[in-house]
């Protein structure tokens, strides 16, 4: 077998193998796009379900998952970007740094349903916050936080060290040389991290389950305080705990909850590019 | 022994010589930045072995030498940006203006606006020519936008570009050759009015013309400032040095008026080391 054969060949295994990563996005997209299209009108999006959830819309559901991703945000991100700079700009290898960061490895690595516990416990009972928005923005924050953290530290990271020398060289302090130069040029990697971290916030069941989910509640959130319904969670209700649920319903109702996904998905990508065609190394 | 140049103008200097101080160093009676007795260690290698050196003001100090030798790390620990490495060991006194600028609280990053540096590489921040020029004004809290445009063009004409990028002021800074990169970081350090001025190996990545701008600039800029340098090879140390100190495994060789040291350096490995048997 000559070397060009050898080669054509390893090529084609090869793209045969990442292949192999395309078809199921696109079977799972393609099926949910297929089965759930005809459920999708403006009706369902914007009116209440009624019916035993049967009948009507999801509106409620749509809104309380944007809330709680808007939710998580707002904890999220503050916190985690902070980390990220600490840990990355000021922090030096000591003792509690190492323990810092094996506790975020490990955050990374708990089921998601312990989360739902800890924030049962930890949210809605002990700070009495009840099952609602704000006990399920926390607890879905705190199983984002590793994520932002670790990959908004990676990007801080990519920012050449040359810049910071550069900006002491010229009297500034250590937090002028982040904030002009370093979180600039960090921030489309941030907001990747930041974007990869809501979505999965705002597809997670199990983290709200217990925190703030409605089985059913036909009527929009008013307070932070308030319990509401939520995209991933109705959607596991009616799959699973609702007999005789059409299942265009079902269909239409996971096809929302992707498409939302992938738009934020979308959005972030069209941030991303902006900040980075702004850069320059 | 002869001292072949009549132009000295370092009387202080040539007096300590002619006394045959033991240890070769540089001295005089009023220096800008005094080094005293300096060591220093990184990671338990020492890098810098008891190095004693007056820096006048106004005037061209090259600091040359094999690789290796301590001149970027002495740099370093002029405008204390070795702070930011961990790891590491000092002994002896760096004064500036009579001042040692290790004190307990001095303020370090006024010391580096009064100490300016330039890197090996060019190394333009994110942005335009204009914003690379007035970063460390703004960051010293310069609001007023016609002293920041008159920063810009005292310190881009000191540096010999001004003429060459008036027209792009809000062109990104990394749209310039690399030889006007290097002039503009020259800016970018003059635009805080420094009282030092460091420059590691400046020239090391230009070609011949704009390394011969870069030079020409030197003679503009010791009109005013205490100029220390790291040239890329001895032909540059030769060029421009009024004084020259020769570093080698971390000490101090030989220092003296820029010719003698090129012409007929006192000590064998001076020697060695400028007629190009080793380095």
Not at chain 2, 125 to 150: D, K
Request: hydrophobic share 45%; proline share 6%; with cysteine.
């Amino acid at each position: 077998m000559n070397r060009a054969l050898a080669q054509r060949l390893g090529f084609a295994l090869l793209g045969l193998i990442a292949m192999v990563v395309v078809i199921p996005i696109l079977l799972v997209i393609g099926v949910i796009v297929v089965r759930g299209i005809g459920a999708i009108n403006w009706q369902f999006l914007s009116t209440m379900p009624y019916g035993g959830m049967k009948q009507g819309g999801i509106l409620p559901a749509i809104i309380g998952t944007l809330l709680l991703t808007l939710g998580t945000a707002i904890v999220a991100v503050p916190i985690g970007v902070g980390g990220a700079v600490y840990l990355s700009e000021y922090a030096r290898d000591t003792r509690l740094t190492r323990a810092i960061r094996l506790a975020i490895v490990n955050l990374a690595g708990i089921p998601s349903i312990v989360y739902g516990l800890f924030g049962l416990g930890m949210f809605v009972l002990f700070f009495r916050f009840g099952t609602s928005i704000l006990a399920g923005s926390l607890t879905l924050a705190i199983m984002t936080l590793p994520v932002i953290i670790s990959t908004s530290e990676e990007a801080l990271r990519a920012v050449p060290q040359e810049f910071r020398t550069v900006s002491a060289s010229l009297g500034g302090t250590r937090w002028q040389g982040i904030r002009t130069i370093v979180l600039p040029q960090a921030l489309p990697g941030i907001i990747t991290g930041v974007i990869l971290g809501l979505l999965r916030a705002a597809g997670e069941t199990a983290p709200i389950l217990f925190t703030v989910a409605a089985f059913y509640l036909p009527r929009l959130p008013r307070s932070p305080l308030d319990q509401t319904m939520a995209l991933p969670y109705h959607l596991y209700v009616i799959s699973t705990q609702v007999p005789g649920m059409p299942l265009s319903v079902q269909y239409g109702t996971a096809l929302v909850l992707l498409g939302l996904v992938l738009s934020l998905n979308i959005v972030a990508s069209l941030i991303r590019r902006y900040f980075r065609s702004k850069r320059q190394w | 022994m002869v001292m072949p140049n009549a132009r000295s103008t370092q009387g202080a200097m040539e007096s300590a010589t002619a006394r045959g101080t033991r240890r070769l160093s540089c001295s005089s009676d009023d220096p800008k930045v005094r080094i005293d007795g300096l060591s220093y260690w990184y990671d338990g290698r020492q890098s810098l072995n008891g190095v004693t050196l007056d820096i006048p003001d106004r005037a061209v100090t090259v600091l040359f030498g094999p690789a290796g030798g301590g001149k970027t790390t002495l740099m370093r620990l002029v405008n204390r940006l070795n702070d930011m490495v961990d790891g590491t060991k000092m002994t002896g006194r760096i004064l500036l203006d009579s001042e040692d600028i290790y004190a307990p609280g001095v303020d370090v990053t006024r010391l580096r606006r009064r100490v300016g540096m330039v890197f090996a590489l060019p190394l333009p921040l994110p942005g335009t020519v204009r914003e690379n020029v007035i970063y460390g004004p703004r960051l010293a809290g310069e609001r007023r936008q016609a002293r920041l445009s008159e920063i810009t063009e005292r310190s881009l004409t000191q540096a010999a570009l001004w003429s060459e990028v008036k027209d792009r002021l809000d062109q990104p800074a990394l749209s310039l050759s690399g030889g006007q990169q290097q002039r503009l970081c020259i800016a970018r350090s003059l635009s805080l009015e420094p009282e030092v001025l460091l420059l590691d190996e400046p020239t090391s990545g230009l070609d011949p013309i704009s390394t011969a701008k870069v030079e020409e600039s030197l003679f503009e800029l010791k009109l005013h400032y205490a100029v220390v340098i790291v040239p890329h090879s001895v032909q540059q140390a030769a060029r421009v040095a009024d004084i020259a100190a020769f570093f080698l495994g971390g000490e101090l060789v030989e220092c003296g008026d820029g010719p003698q040291v090129f012409t007929a350096p006192r000590n064998r490995k001076t020697e060695d080391y400028v007629t190009g048997r080793f380095g």
